[in-house]
């Protein structure tokens, strides 16, 4: 079961929300027939309530016909979802945000593969590499990132295994971080694991609300605060300057280490640009995670991680743990096609369409 994000702030009972979370759970084929729920007494510690909360949430997905308790045993659930219906042919699915296959350069990228492959660097991109990532794609990434003068980089499998690493180092058991309330489910699912106190931030039409991070930061002392600045998932909320500015602040005064999800972040169809929360910052507070797979090609996997040198070593060598190294042929392949040009020209190309996209869809 994955571990609920619950807000004392709401209207609804905490022991109501623990309920609405495993019914959803089970609902949703989470959790199935069968699957045994933690004790009441050993997830109350998981996720830091009181035990009668917990048992009262049971208590009531018994009574509804979702679970069922055995003395001695435990609870189980005893629900069986229903089977989904497969998709009509003219069905679209807004599970997951990837950019359309229709508008992929494909003759571009498959003339980078070319030039990739048939370069006299073939064999060195083969061979087991940096776990850092592939030297000339770091050099290119971190000058277009516009780095602090003590800033480093780190190339990772997509921006998801850039967030597994930063909980892995940053956020081991016990610690606190924070996350958007709506937060895209990547995001929650990493840093909920056991024994890592989640908390969520209310997230506003303008992003995250300033004033109700600040009061949290006072009271919880979070080892990580996780924000999307532009184009929040699910909300597509952008934060604006000002408010950016407190953040960065509010989290230095914490002490308080900021994760910036800017995957989407190239995303903008109108209007110029605002500055990262890592540009605002000046003493090093912000880890920097981007990369390419919501406008170019996801099936490369290819993301990175920009930050101060000291914090980029740690995870450099938790990801060399991992898999030892990155995959230097996708990482070659991209920054052929981004020095050819034709990743700028593709990127402007996706936000025109994304563009005409979006208005089609607010005309309609």
Not at 118 to 136: F, R
Not at 181 to 204: E, Q
Request: glycine share 8%; proline share 7%.
């Amino acid at each position: 079961m994955r571990i609920p994000l619950l807000n004392p702030d709401l209207e609804s009972p905490i022991y109501r929300q623990l309920y609405e979370h495993i019914r959803n759970e089970i609902q949703n084929g989470l959790l199935v027939k069968g699957d045994r729920l933690p004790p009441t007494r050993e997830l109350a510690v998981q996720i830091g309530l009181n035990r009668t909360t917990v048992s009262a949430a049971y208590a009531l997905l018994e009574s509804e016909g979702f679970i069922r308790g055995h003395v001695g045993r435990g609870s189980f659930v005893n629900y069986t979802a229903p089977l989904q219906q497969p998709p009509a042919q003219d069905f679209i699915s807004f599970a997951s945000s990837r950019p359309a296959e229709s508008d992929f350069p494909i003759a571009e990228i498959q003339a980078a593969i070319r030039e990739v492959t048939a370069s006299g660097e073939i064999g060195h991109i083969l061979q087991l590499g940096s776990p850092g990532g592939y030297g000339p794609l770091r050099r290119y990434l971190l000058a277009e990132t516009n780095p602090h003068p003590n800033d480093d980089i780190l190339v990772t499998s997509g921006c998801q295994q850039a967030l597994d690493l930063v909980q892995r180092v940053f956020a081991p058991a016990g610690e606190t971080v924070l996350v958007e309330d709506p937060v895209y489910h990547g995001i929650k699912n990493v840093f909920s694991r056991p024994r890592v106190r989640l908390f969520g931030v209310r997230t506003t039409a303008t992003g995250l609300d300033v004033e109700e991070l600040g009061r949290m930061l006072l009271a919880e002392r979070p080892r990580l605060l996780i924000v999307t600045p532009d184009f929040q998932n699910p909300t597509g909320a952008t934060v604006p300057l000002e408010a950016r500015r407190a953040i960065v602040a509010l989290a230095r005064e914490s002490g308080t280490l900021i994760i910036e999800n800017e995957i989407y972040r190239d995303l903008r169809y109108e209007a110029e640009p605002l500055p990262t929360l890592k540009e605002l910052d000046e003493t090093g507070n912000v880890i920097l995670v981007r990369s390419f797979s919501k406008v170019a090609f996801p099936g490369l996997r290819v993301g990175w991680v920009v930050g101060p040198s000291r914090l980029i070593a740690c995870l450099t060598e938790a990801r060399q743990w991992c898999d030892l190294h990155t995959d230097q042929l996708s990482q070659a392949i991209l920054l052929r096609f981004a020095e050819s040009g034709g990743l700028a020209a593709h990127c402007e190309r996706v936000r025109r369409a994304g563009r005409d996209r979006l208005r089609a869809v607010l005309d309609a």
